[in-house]
């Protein structure tokens, strides 16, 4: 789909670092905006399969010119759902459905990236009105077609379910199942896998000594898990394709990790085949809190980006401007947003407008910036 440029009277500002490309291995991104992934909770029926929602849904950003689109959390098994409204590609059956999700971005100019996850003791739960009934919280019962929960103790996350603990089995199920999701994305068209390693889900869970008491090797060394998921991924994927994970970068928890501690981490990761990191923070502990202000999450990027590891920033960021500050400040290589872009899918272009006076719109768009 070729783009046409549109150049008003006004007369542009240069060529701004947020609207450069970005290569990673051997995808190149036609800019440096991205959608975050965001939890849609839209799968219907239960199965795990995307439907014509989904492909309307992230189509739309690429054709409003986002450079990436990074999927909600897509779970590499059924118990690793957060909600059973969950998609999933722990099966091949959901191969096709995501095709057509990756096929309609790639036609719309875009490049997908798809977030597998395992959501640990935080899974099985009502995702809230307006999908599920008001009053409705904490865990779904197996009866209401929840499941046991697995996580790296005993201990419930607030007034979730109590997990199982999770034995060397367990462990081992688990990233073979990142890896076999790994291989399926591969097949459905993804350009880059990213690895949901934040928020309290159950890679996170064994990497903060707050939730990793267990007293085994798994406690020793908190970031085993992580890292042996990494690699059995990277070794199912093409050697040209990015990976990338999400890191809490600060765990907001007494106790907890620290930016400091995961740029290590970061650096450790970028020697086993990571290629970017999306720094975001929480999601640990029930009752956690922090005062979220515009580029809150950005610190912990440039934290990250200080041990030379490529990062993209993320937290309420919605101004251009801001944006294009972050990366002329070295502080980040990618910007993803997210309300944002539900609010205006289209942000992308109007970016280009606000930094450089004109905009490379899609044709069928055209009549709407004249």
Known sequence: MTATEYAPTVPSLGHPRLLSPLRLRELVLRNRIGVSPMCMYAVTDRSGRVDDWHVAHYAQFALGGAGLIVTEATAVVPEGRVTPQDAGLWSDEHIPAWRRVTDAVHRAGGAIAVQLAHAGRKGSKFAGPPIDQPGERGSV?????????????????????????????????????????????????????????????????????????????????????????????????????????RLSVDDVAPGGSDAE???????????????????????????????????????????????????????????????EAILADGHADLILLGREMLRDPHWARRAELVLTGGASIEPRYHRAYL
């Open 141 to 245: 019962p197996p009866a209401g077609g929840g499941w046991s929960t697995l996580g790296a103790t005993g201990e419930p996350f607030g007034r979730f379910a109590a997990p199982s603990r999770a034995s060397d089995d367990d462990l081992a199920r688990v990233v073979d199942g990142f890896a076999s999701a790994a291989r399926r994305a591969v097949e459905a068209g993804f350009d880059a896998v990213e690895l949901h390693g934040a928020h309290g889900y159950l890679l996170h869970e064994f990497l903060s000594p707050v939730t990793n008491t267990r007293g085994d090797r798994w406690m020793r060394e908190r970031s085993a898990l992580l890292r042996e998921t990494v690699d059995a991924v990277r070794a199912s994927v093409p050697s040209g394709m990015p990976l990338i994970v």
């Open 261 to 323: 501690a995961s740029a290590q981490l970061a650096e450790t990761l970028s020697h086993h085949g990571v290629d970017l990191i999306d720094c975001s923070s929480g999601g640990l502990v029930a009752g956690a809190e922090y005062a979220p202000f515009p580029g809150y999450q950005v610190p912990g990027a440039a934290t990250v980006r200080a041990r030379g590891v490529a990062t993209a920033a993320v937290g309420l960021i919605s101004d251009p401007s801001q944006a």
